[in-house]
């Protein structure tokens, strides 16, 4: 079976498709993923940097990763402003 005709099952609210055992919902713009209880917020757009023009791009989750001004596909992300603490031994 080549790439283009393979069909993943579609995921279901109720129950897991697949067989898999994280479950994965949607909450007003938030991804909870079951098994690592992460937040991710998907309606903010993220900032990234053209690779080539140099541009700011503002992308959200389901855009093209693509730049709107020239239309290279190598973009960079932004370096976050959050203060940023690891601790090392």
């Known amino acids: 079976m ?9 995921l279901s609210q109720g129950g897991n498709a697949g067989g898999s055992s994280s479950q994965q919902q ?14 991710e917020d998907t ?7 053209c ?5 700011k791009v ?8 693509r ?6 596909r190598v973009l960079y992300k932004e370096r976050t402003n959050r203060m940023i603490q690891f601790e090392a031994r």
């Open 2 to 10: 080549s790439r283009e005709q393979y069909n993943p099952a579609p």
């Open 26 to 39: 949607t909450t007003g713009g938030f991804n909870i993923t079951g098994a690592s209880n992460t937040f």
């Open 43 to 49: 309606s903010r757009p993220v900032s990234y940097l």
């Open 51 to 55: 690779g080539d023009c140099d541009t």
């Open 58 to 65: 503002l992308l959200k989750g389901g855009d093209a990763i």
């Open 67 to 72: 730049c709107k001004e020239c239309g290279y």
